[in-house]
């Protein structure tokens, strides 16, 4: 199981709740060049495939998953493992100039909340693997 964000344009909205039915995201850059962008903030990264970049460490795994296309439209990141995750999340979107949500709230990711967010899934998914 992973806490899974979504990265792509969300426009001006401050909110998910303020994106308009008819919104239509702008590609987000071509997928060289966001992969370049990411290994600037975490050179750690394995890309070895384009499609599917992992970052691992003792404390967390963040899976990127940019899809077959070279244009960009969004991209995901699959996190497991602890809040030690959340400044490297906050360095790679601030970085690409992105945003990013999980869908669990109507608030795009940020530091404060992003902690929490994922505690949240923390103990989701502690509870699930309990039963």
Same mark, same amino acid.
């Given at each position: 199981?992973? !806490?899974? #964000? $979504? @990265?792509?344009?969300?426009?001006?909205?401050? &909110?998910?709740?303020? +994106?308009?039915?008819? /919104?239509?995201?702008?590609? =987000?850059?071509?997928?060289? %060049? @966001? +992969?370049? &962008?990411?290994?600037? @903030?975490?050179?750690? @990264?394995? /890309?070895?495939?384009?499609? !599917?970049? +992992?970052?691992?460490?003792?404390? /967390?795994?963040?899976? $990127?998953?940019?899809?077959?296309?070279?244009?960009?439209?969004? $991209?995901?990141?699959?996190?497991?493992?602890?809040? #030690?995750? =959340?400044?490297?999340?906050?360095?790679?979107?601030?970085?690409?100039?992105?945003?990013?949500? %999980?869908?669990?709230?109507?608030?795009? /990711?940020? =530091?404060?909340?992003? &902690?929490?967010?994922?505690?949240?899934? =923390?103990?989701?998914?502690?509870?699930?693997?309990?039963?």
């Amino acid at each position: 199981m992973s !806490w899974d #964000l $979504f @990265v792509q344009d969300w426009g001006n909205a401050r &909110t998910l709740e303020e +994106i308009p039915d008819d /919104f239509q995201p702008q590609p =987000i850059g071509n997928r060289t %060049d @966001v +992969i370049r &962008t990411i290994l600037n @903030v975490e050179p750690t @990264v394995n /890309f070895s495939d384009e499609s !599917w970049g +992992i970052l691992e460490n003792d404390q /967390f795994s963040i899976e $990127f998953n940019m899809g077959a296309d070279e244009l960009l439209n969004s $991209f995901a990141m699959h996190v497991r493992g602890n809040e #030690l995750a =959340i400044p490297c999340i906050a360095n790679i979107l601030r970085e690409l100039n992105l945003r990013a949500t %999980d869908g669990s709230t109507p608030e795009f /990711f940020n =530091i404060e909340e992003g &902690t929490k967010q994922l505690q949240n899934w =923390i103990d989701y998914r502690n509870k699930i693997m309990a039963k």
